[in-house]
């Protein structure tokens, strides 16, 4: 911080920063020597081996929770941020459906850093919103405004409710927003208990694939790098404000088709195993409008296969 004065500097909470995604937001928000980054997460699913180095010396991390009131209210008076980015949720589709009172807790956190934030007259509040609002499509591709937003999951209810947060508080008190509905993420340093790290840990050790149900149910992988990279671009050049994205890739995949692809190019000799479907959670396709999210990037996104072929050359994949 020694080329930037005390006036120039940028203050930033990124809540949840130990998780995979928002560490990614974090690297890249530290890369600039005039912001200084607050990372405040619990540690229930992050992991402070997600962090960048210790090559930044404009990082500062607290662990507390953000849904009690006095823990992040301590945070907001030592700090006057500029700018948030809440990426703090319980996450994991058999975490949320196994702890659903733990999820709806979350909703206290949504609240309690609209309340900080509009009161510190913090500028912007960038929210980690989820394709589980959808529910079961209805349209496809899922577009921001027309796709309705029907999920009855713990989940997907606490993701909606932010949204609506977020819309209330800008009307209320002025804050601005921008939503991020992020679709499967993949990378380095996901935790392996999401498909794709699961499947090429199992793959790595020619141990059984095992998919719930018959595997044609679809998905869309969007790359780490895309989906920071497209969410940088928002925060570093004031767009998509008071707007919601869809952050993913348009492309679908089947389960099945995952499996098998991971196989390949892993040269495994691991079986697929099908397992009973899940009762609930489980939605059979998903496809997001990506159009906002290209605006962005102005670049095409990476190929499913070129991204996994890096995680197979990645040191960090699985800490």
């Excluded at 809540?15 to 607050?38: C, E, H, M």
């Excluded at 962090?51 to 008076?77: M, Q």
């Excluded at 956190?109 to 007259?121: H, P």
């Excluded at 990506?290 to 990037?297: A, E, I």
Aim: net charge neutral; hydrophobic share 40%.
């Amino acid at each position: 911080m020694a080329n930037s004065s005390s006036s120039d500097i940028v203050k930033i909470l990124v809540t949840g920063g130990a998780g995979f995604i928002a560490s990614s937001v974090v690297k890249r928000l530290a890369a600039d020597p005039k912001n200084y980054v607050v990372i405040v997460d619990n540690l229930l699913t992050g992991d402070l081996k997600k962090l960048p180095k210790s090559v930044y010396n404009n990082i500062e991390f607290i662990k507390a929770d953000v849904n009690n009131f006095n823990d992040i209210t301590d945070v907001f008076l030592l700090h006057h941020f500029k700018y948030v980015f809440h990426y703090a949720a319980v996450v994991g589709v058999q975490r949320t459906l196994d702890h659903p009172l733990l999820v709806l807790q979350d909703l206290q956190g949504m609240r309690n850093i609209l309340n900080l934030a509009a009161t510190s007259e913090s500028k912007r509040v960038f929210f980690s919103s989820s394709s589980e609002v959808y529910g079961e499509p209805v349209e496809y591709p899922q577009n921001e405004e027309t796709t309705p937003l029907n999920s009855r999951l713990p989940y997907a209810i606490v993701k909606n409710a932010g949204e609506a947060y977020l819309k209330a508080y800008h009307k209320e008190y002025g804050l601005s927003y921008t939503i991020f509905r992020f679709f499967n993420t993949y990378g380095s340093k996901q935790s392996p208990d999401f498909v794709i790290s699961r499947f090429i840990q199992a793959a790595l050790k020619n141990e059984p694939i095992t998919i719930n149900g018959d595997g044609k149910q679809t998905r869309t992988f969007c790359f780490i790098d895309d989906n920071a990279d497209a969410c940088m671009e928002a925060f570093l050049n004031e767009k998509s404000v008071d707007d919601v994205i869809n952050i993913g890739s348009e492309i679908e995949t089947s389960i099945l088709e995952l499996a098998q692809l991971i196989i390949r190019l892993t040269k495994s000799s691991s079986k697929i195993v099908f397992l009973p479907a899940l009762t609930e959670g489980d939605m059979t396709r998903r496809k997001p409008d990506t159009t906002k999210m290209k605006q962005l990037l102005h670049r095409e996104l990476i190929p499913l296969e070129e991204g996994i072929k890096k995680l197979l050359t990645d040191t960090t994949f699985i800490l």
